[in-house]
């Protein structure tokens, strides 16, 4: 698959402005702690620490 430079920076620059719009408006930080409490909330955290660090025996 070959993707023109022109489309990778013209989905760059549109991810940068969207990613500017969130910022701007608070809505990135809002849907960060929306998803960390999320995470928390079906035990993801817990379970990753089970995954990388076994209980012992």
Do not use: H
Request: hydrophobic share 35%; glycine share 6%; with cysteine.
């Amino acid at each position: 698959l070959v993707v023109s430079r022109g489309k990778m920076n013209k989905d760059a620059q549109m991810r940068a402005t969207i990613n500017q719009k969130l910022i701007e408006t608070g809505e990135r930080e809002r849907l960060k702690e929306l998803l960390r409490a999320k995470l928390i909330e079906c035990g993801w955290k817990d379970q990753l620490k089970n995954d990388f660090y076994p209980q012992r025996l």
